[in-house]
Structure formats: C-alpha cells, structure tokens
C-alpha cells in the first residue's frame, strides 16, 4: 500500500509501544518508510526482530528495545536511553495492549490489576516521560490507542473496555495539561483490525461476514489503515487537532 508522505516527520524520533507485531508493527513500518528515527518498544523479541529485520532489508532503520511496559522502572529506563540515542523524543505512539477475553465472575484483584497496568497504567507513564522531553523542544505530538469495543459493547471484555473508555479520559485530560508546551494530544479508536492474532484467536468465516455486516463500509480494517491515522495525526499537517478521538473503524456498530 502507498501512504501519502508527510515531510515534517522525516529526522523525527519516534517511539511506539508495541512495534513487534500487529497494528503495532505497521505503525514501526510507516514511520521508518517517512524517514522517522524509529524506536520501539515490545515484550516478544522474537516477533519485534523479525520487524527491525524485515525493515532493514528495505534499507530502512528502526531500533527495538525489549520491555516489559508492566515494570516502569524499566520503562524508564528505556525511554532515558531513546533520549540519550537520538535526543528528545517528538512523537509517541501509546500502541501497546492486550485483548484477552474474560468472563466477569473469573476476574480477581490481581487479574483486574495486571489487565489495568497492561492496557491503561503504561500509557500515563509514557506520556509523562516522552512530554518531559517533548516540553524541551517545545512541540510533540503523542496518540494514544483506543478502541472501538467499549463503544459497541463487545462482550467478554469488560476489564479492557474499562481501560480502554479510560485512555479517552486520558487522552482529554493529557491534551489539556500538555497543550500550552506545544504538546497535542490525540485518540485513535479503531474498529475490527484484521491482525494476525485477531484472526487466529476470535475470527471465523461466520464472524468475518457478520462483522462486514455491522459496518457501514463493508471491507476488512488492516493494520496500515490504522498506521495512515497515526501520520497525519503525528504530522504538522494536523497542526491543529488534539483532545479528540479519531476512529478507524469503517463505521462499526456492532452487531
């Protein structure tokens, strides 16, 4: 696919949070094909090497970072080594999460609390230190990744809905405190993403029809589509939008 080329992002740092695989890993692509220093951030190493690798076949450079987004220490590591790297970072990508399904009489405290700190907690975290270095330079640009499902009410996944309602909240509050350094901050929400693990996991030929059926447009959402909403947003084309949520999601209702 082709993607329009935005020239402030060239010579950009970028950090994304789970780059190894999915809509993670065509966000690490995407950056890198617009000539963005590309670091990433993710807990396989296996699948994030097979991406810096792939990448690098195409001459194109991005640098993996293995961690565990739960222990932010090392986070905090991570990021002050990114900054030491290739200087304060301008653009953040909050990707990183994890949808496991989960009937509600089998969550415990510990379950609640590790599903929290997977898909909401590091996102904060993130944002307060990539703002730390953005307020430096005077500009940035951070995207936190949302989702449709708490939207529709996706059953099975109240934990990760509450945490992913919860990054709207965070995306608001964060464009407010931050704009006034030049930060913006923004929410993708996209719908059904056809990644590899959505389609081995949770997709069937009868589930594939009747997800086309609950959209308004009735095509399959693939992880570049999700990526192109990451550019403009990070770009100084969208010089002006921040505290909102832009969906990617084909007008997705449910069904």
């Known amino acids: 696919m082709s993607y329009a080329n935005y020239p402030s992002l060239k010579g950009r740092t970028v950090a994304i949070t789970g ?22 951030i993710d807990v396989s190493e296996e699948d994030a090497l097979q991406v810096q690798g792939s990448l690098a076949t195409e001459g194109m450079n991005s640098c993996f970072h293995r961690c565990d987004l739960r222990d932010l220490d090392a986070v905090g590591t991570v990021f002050a080594g990114i900054i030491e790297d290739t200087g304060p970072i301008e653009v953040l990508v909050n990707n ?4 496991d399904r989960h009937q509600v009489d089998a969550v415990t405290p510990s379950y609640w ?3 929290i700190a997977v898909n909401l907690r590091h996102q904060f975290f993130c944002a307060q230190l990539a703002a730390a270095s953005m307020r430096t330079i005077g500009r940035g640009a951070i995207l936190n ?8 009410a996706v059953p099975n996944l109240s934990v990760y809905m509450t945490a992913k309602a919860g990054i709207e909240g ?3 509050g ?11 901050v923004n929410c993708i929400v996209p719908g059904a993403v056809r990644t590899p693990r959505q389609t081995q996991l949770w997709q069937t030929p009868e589930s594939e029809a009747k997800l086309l059926e609950s959209q308004c447009f009735p095509e399959r959402i693939e992880p570049e589509h999700v990526a192109r ?20 999601d084909a007008g997705y209702f449910g069904a």
């Not at 990183?96 to 949808?99: M, W």
């Not at 990744?145 to 529709?152: D, K």
């Open 19 to 40: 780059g190894g695989s999915g809509i993670g890993a065509a966000m690490v692509g995407a950056f890198a094909r617009q000539g963005a220093r590309v670091h990433f």
């Open 96 to 99: 990183a999460g994890n949808d």
């Open 113 to 115: 609390e590790d599903r």
């Open 145 to 152: 990744m949302g989702s449709a499902s708490w939207h529709v």
């Open 170 to 172: 965070l995306t608001r």
């Open 174 to 184: 964060l464009a407010r405190d931050l704009g006034g350094h030049g930060i913006r």
């Open 229 to 248: 909403m990451a550019l403009f947003l990070a770009s100084d084309d969208a010089a002006r939008c921040s505290g909102r949520e832009y969906f990617v």
